[in-house]
Every structure is written in C-alpha cells, then in structure tokens.
C-alpha cells in the first residue's frame, strides 16, 4: 500500500511564503501525475497544480504566478513553493498522485493565511 506524506503547512501572514513537500512510502509504477488540490471550509476540493514526470504542468489561473509545482522523479516526491500568500490560500492541501487507474491521496496539511 502506497502512503503519501505531506509536510509543510502551517499558520503565515498575508503575503509570505510557505513549501509543501509530499513523498510517496516507496515507488510507483508507471506514474501519470503528481499533484496538489485544496479544500477550503465549506467548498469543493479545487485543483491547484499537477505536474507530469516529464515536466509538463497545469497551474489553476487563482495561484499562477504565485505558486511553482516540482517533482523529483528520483526519490518520487512533488513540492509546491507558495509566495506571495494570500487569505483566500487558507485550506487544507492534499498531494494527489495517480497511475493507470489507480489513484493516491496524502492526508492533508493545513494552510494558514491572516490578513
């Protein structure tokens, strides 16, 4: 069984910076996407970025410029460098991956964003 770790989250001030890691418990085969989403209080949890093992990428238009997606395929890991944080970033981030049919899901880390 795979297990997805994420760390990173926690409480920052409107415009700071926060990196979200998410590490897989061992390697995954044939790997389509590695990705995080979100959920905020009372809304549907939202993509936020994904990136492919060959780099491609798709960023949500609410966080591009702001937000960078990594991976290292390597060591089977995805980052989210956030910068320039804002009150509407506060949700739960959960790292997604996917493989043919199958699909992985972190536990979740909690974002923090005071105005």
């Known amino acids: 069984q795979v297990q997805l770790v994420e760390s990173g989250g926690g409480l920052v001030q409107t415009g700071e910076s926060l990196r979200l890691d998410c590490t897989a418990s061992?390697?995954?085969?044939?790997?389509?996407?590695m990705g995080w989403y979100r959920q905020a209080p009372g809304k549907q949890r939202e993509l936020v970025a994904i990136i492919t093992p060959t780099g491609s990428t798709n960023v949500a238009d609410s966080v591009k410029g702001r937000f960078t997606i990594s991976s290292d395929n390597a060591s089977g890991s995805v980052h989210l460098q956030m910068n320039s944080l804002k009150p509407e970033d506060t949700a739960v981030y959960y790292c997604r991956f996917t493989s043919g049919l199958s699909m992985y899901w972190g536990q979740g880390t909690q974002v923090t964003v005071s105005s």
């Open positions: 061992r390697s995954i085969l044939g790997l389509n996407t």
